[in-house]
């Protein structure tokens, strides 16, 4: 369930980062009764920011499926990394 806090308990600064590290997920801050922002530690920035680039390249590929776009032999692709890299 998400953590909502009153923008008041922004004034403990120390607490609300205690509670974003400790629960790995953002904390919901409302103002007068309504949401207004989001704060999160940087390593669940990053985890989401990794998660939201992985999602969007499986859509790029399931695109390309649909395209028709011809699929790549798993040894050839890694042939030519090695080559374009400089390993053997």
């Not at 649909?66 to 400089?86: A, C, I, Q, T």
């Amino acid at each position: 369930m998400p953590e909502i806090r009153p923008i008041t308990d922004l004034r403990n600064t120390n607490e609300i980062s205690e509670l974003c590290h400790k629960k790995k997920e953002p904390i919901f801050i409302t103002k007068n009764g309504y949401g207004d922002l989001v704060v999160m530690s940087m390593e669940t920035y990053e985890r989401q920011m990794a998660l939201a680039s992985v999602y969007k390249k499986l859509a790029e590929a399931e695109k390309q499926l649909v395209d028709g776009v011809p699929l790549l032999e798993g040894e050839e692709v890694f042939k030519k990394l090695r080559k374009k890299h400089g390993r053997v």
